[in-house]
């Protein structure tokens, strides 16, 4: 069956302008086309909500157009009732025949049997239509699905001489990067499901965690803390999200937006994200907790901002190699990602 790559890319488009708002549904993005011209398209906005196709159905003003139409999708259709009914049925209800997909469902509810329906229903599929492109924008519930865990960045700044931070007297925070890199940095926190710092970070830095300096949604905050020093007075115990504790002990700081998770090893943290359907997580620190993450090879993106500060003495970064990262100038940073 023919079909346009471009209509493709504006299902993606369309999907990745809702990255942090669809958890735990992937993002999803749809695109109708009746005689090479788009006469509907919609995205998953919100969890709970209407799919991409459905929207997508829904703002098409002529429903007479459909059934010589063709839909496109980034994502298989799903074929199970879950917040909302199956979309293969309703695809099937409005007799749009032509199907183009890019990316196979890998949840076990949804894989395969969105596109068997449609094909014993009598529609023509094409499955595949920029496979990598379209895995690669869905690949936090991707990972969530085939290897049972989030989909892990490990995040960090550091002075030009390789300082994650200064020596501390005091529990304030020390501001290594630029303010174009910490609006980046809380803009990137609104796009993951939570973020996980080391104790001592709390207890040196004393941070909320929060999208303070961008709009966008609050990650759940989890706190990796083995023998309870977490100090009662931190901020993260604030109400502007979800805080829960990785603790060896019990902990007596407890309120209504606190929970405690024992744990043991790092395999059993993960393992508790995943139980707790977390999709994805930014790593912040400290310097002990990030490299507990990269000794285990547990990691799916690294994004380091570089300062042009000397700090001359304080807890030394994670030692990485630099040559095969990806560099990008932020303000008066530079910022080095690499991704698997």
Known sequence: MEYNINYME?????????????FPNPLVGSVIVHKNKIIGEGSHQIYGENHAEVNAINSVKNKDLLKDSTLYVNLEPCNHIGKTPPC?????????????????????????????????????VTLGVLEDKCNYLNRRFFTYHKFKRPYIILKWAESSDGFISPIKKQR???????????????????????????????????????????????????????????????????????????????NSAINDNLKIIKFEKMKFILDSLYSLKIQSVIIEGGTKTINNFLKNDLWDSIRVFKSSKNLVDGVKSPDIDFSIFKETIIGRDSLYTLER
């Open 88 to 124: 293969t049925d309703l695809i099937i209800k409005n007799k749009i025949k032509n199907i183009i997909i890019g990316s196979r469902d890998p949840n076990s509810i949804v894989k395969g049997g969105g596109v068997e329906k449609l094909i014993n229903s009598g529609c023509n």
């Open 172 to 250: 304030e925070v020390f501001k290594i990067s630029g303010e174009e890199s910490l609006k980046l940095s809380h803009t990137w926190r609104g796009q993951e499901d939570s973020i996980l710092v080391g104790v001592q970070t709390i207890i040196d830095d004393n941070p909320f965690l929060t999208t303070r300096l961008v709009q966008g949604k609050n990650p759940i905050r989890f706190v990796l803390d083995p023998n309870c020093r977490i100090p009662v007075n931190s901020k993260i115990f604030s109400k502007d999200s979800k805080t829960i504790v990785l603790s060896k002990k019990e």
């Open 10 to 22: 504006r299902c993606i488009e369309l999907a990745s302008k809702e990255l942090g708002n669809t």
